[in-house]
């Protein structure tokens, strides 16, 4: 499986983008995904993942602001980031939400900054 994540950019403080994951391969719709994002200097962290069947969670920072959704019959998944921070400035990968991961993509920076 190939990832290809895009939408990333610049945008100010209270901002919105939202991230696109192309996937190729079959076994897409059977794996629960995830959106990871890796800060400067920081471990990557797992932020938002989705079921097969479409159930969500979100670590506590980006509870109510982010969204993730996805289209198995397209192979994406989506995420949806409004209210953004400076702290939320990062590359956003994504992934399998558990191991064993896909060969992970190149990622999109998103830079929240005045």
């Known amino acids: 499986v190939q990832l290809v994540e895009s939408g990333g950019g610049v945008v100010q403080p209270g901002g919105s983008l939202r991230l696109s994951c192309a996937a190729s391969?079959?076994?897409?719709?059977?794996?629960?995904m995830g959106w990871y994002r890796q800060a400067p200097g920081k471990q990557r962290e797992l932020v938002a993942r989705?079921?097969?069947?479409?159930?969500?969670i979100y670590v506590d920072s980006v509870e109510g602001r982010f969204t993730i959704s996805r289209d198995n019959a397209k192979k994406m998944v989506y995420l949806q980031m409004n209210s953004l921070k400076s702290e939320d400035t990062a590359v956003y990968y994504c992934?399998?939400?558990?191991?064993?991961?896909?060969?992970w993509g190149q990622g999109t920076q998103v830079t929240v900054s005045s």
């Open positions: 391969g079959n076994i897409f719709s059977l794996r629960a």
């Open positions: 989705i079921s097969d069947g479409g159930t969500t």
């Open positions: 992934n399998t939400a558990f191991e064993p991961n896909f060969p």
